[in-house]
């Protein structure tokens, strides 16, 4: 499994399994797709096409957080900290483990996605992605190294 390093601002950021950032980026693009509840984004529209660009898996080997080349300012921090906070309240309804059923129901046009998700996964590995995703945008997160770490038994 490949690794990449995410980062936001002065070098900052965190290690994680790419499969993992394209599990999350499938919550944020499901998420994005409902326009209307985050119209406070500058521009929606190149968030959708990114987000679709990693969920299919066209950004393996180069996965990284474009973010700061879409956000025009504050305003589209905070709307990003609202959506990955609601995704959060909404995995929090689920049980412990993610069905097989819920990964194979995303969308992607990887030609491993289904037989990579083969089995139960434990909702903390995406929890813990958006709490850093989050701590990264409210400038609270200092490591410059971190592994998010992947626990899949």
């Known amino acids: 499994m490949a690794e990449t390093k995410i980062d936001y601002k002065e070098k900052k950021g965190f290690w994680v399994v790419e499969d993992l950032m394209e599990l999350a980026f499938q919550y944020i693009y499901n998420e994005l797709k409902q326009k209307d509840t985050y119209d406070n984004f500058s521009d929606i529209e190149k968030l959708l096409l990114d987000s679709n660009l990693i969920i299919n898996g066209r ?6 957080l474009s973010w700061r080349r879409f956000f ?4 589209d921090e905070l709307e990003m ?3 990955l906070e609601n ?3 909404k995995l929090h309804t689920k049980e412990e483990m993610i069905s097989v059923e819920e ?5 992607s046009e990887s030609e491993d996605w289904k037989s990579f998700w083969d089995k139960p ?7 813990n992605v958006f709490n ?3 701590k990264m ?5 200092e490591s410059t190294n971190h592994d998010i770490g992947f626990k899949w038994d």
């Open 121 to 127: 996964f434990p909702k903390e590995n995406l929890l």
């Open 59 to 64: 950004c393996r080997g180069y996965l990284t």
């Open 137 to 141: 945008l409210k400038d609270e997160w």
């Open 81 to 83: 900290i609202r959506l």
């Open 132 to 134: 850093a995703l989050i």
């Open 103 to 107: 990964l194979h129901s995303f969308s």
């Open 87 to 89: 995704i959060i309240v």
């Open 72 to 75: 025009t300012g504050e305003q």
